[in-house]
């Protein structure tokens, strides 16, 4: 029953994620979460990074699986991804050495709290200056290193960053969606790398660092499913509308980390 759980987590969040172009990590992490916590196989103050390192890991898959797709439909701007990649690496790399030594509320409050800002934005009939253009060097390094260390602190690998600038330069909701989609896969790898060095507070069986290999696996085969299905809906979706449904979703997912947060200060 636990393994059809997982799967069905995957499911989940690989539709989702093809759909948004977010990796599917805002599913991941919480219903880790709650599944840890009704579990116990894991240390209480362990159970958020080591939901947050699973999630990146299962993402470089939900994340290729999707990218592949929206790929071959030439959706992918790989202009804006050539010049954002690096810095966002940089940037999941540096969370995923760091975020281990997080106090686990701060983390999950922090979690929650963006992407509840995310939410409001997408939600809102808020749309870009038509004349303002994409940033240079400097201004793609600054945004890419900030999205990649908040993605991987989120274990989101990047699409709840990547999505809303894009968009913010004027970029279509479904290039945008694509182009997250498509460099989720390297900053995911970037993140999970950096998990998988660390280690958690009790040894348990099936761990890579602080990855959970048994999640990972039945998340993984789950969200590789279910990712181009979400893609293929998203192409039928329109614009305004994936940007509601993406608000209405982050709505619900940063209530439950907030609660959740609120009961690891008390």
């Known amino acids: ?12 969040s690989g539709l989702l994620g093809g759909m948004l172009g977010i990796g599917g990590g805002v599913v991941i992490v919480p219903a880790l979460i709650f599944a840890y916590e009704l579990s116990g196989v894991h240390v209480t103050s362990d159970i958020t990074v080591i939901a947050v390192a699973t999630s990146m890991s299962c993402i470089i898959f939900t994340s290729f699986s999707a990218a592949y797709t929206q790929y071959r439909a030439n959706k992918v701007r790989m202009d804006i991804a050539k010049r954002l990649v690096p810095f966002f690496v940089l940037g999941s790399l540096l969370a995923g050495l760091s975020t281990p030594y997080f106090d686990p509320g701060l983390l999950r409050l922090l979690i929650g709290a963006f992407l509840l800002i995310v939410a409001i934005i997408m939600l809102r009939s808020w749309k870009p200056n038509p004349t303002r253009q994409f940033p240079g060097t400097v201004g793609s390094g600054a945004t890419g290193l900030v999205g990649g260390f908040v993605s991987g602190t989120a274990g989101i690998a990047g699409g709840n960053v990547i999505v809303p600038t894009l968009l913010y330069f004027n970029t279509p909701v479904h290039n945008a969606t694509a182009t997250s989609s498509a460099m989720g896969v390297l900053i995911a790898l970037a993140g999970a790398i950096g998990y998988a060095l660390g280690s958690p507070t009790e040894s348990t069986d099936w761990m890579l660092g602080l990855v959970d290999l048994q999640s990972w696996l039945a998340i993984t ?46």
């Open 221 to 266: 085969v789950g969200a590789v499913t279910a990712a181009p299905i979400g893609v293929r809906i998203a192409h039928r979706v329109p614009g305004d509308l994936l940007k509601k449904v993406f608000g209405a979703f982050l709505i619900v997912v940063a209530l439950r980390m907030l609660y959740s947060s609120a009961s690891l200060f008390g």
């Open 1 to 12: 029953m636990e393994a059809i759980a997982l799967i069905g987590i995957g499911l989940i």
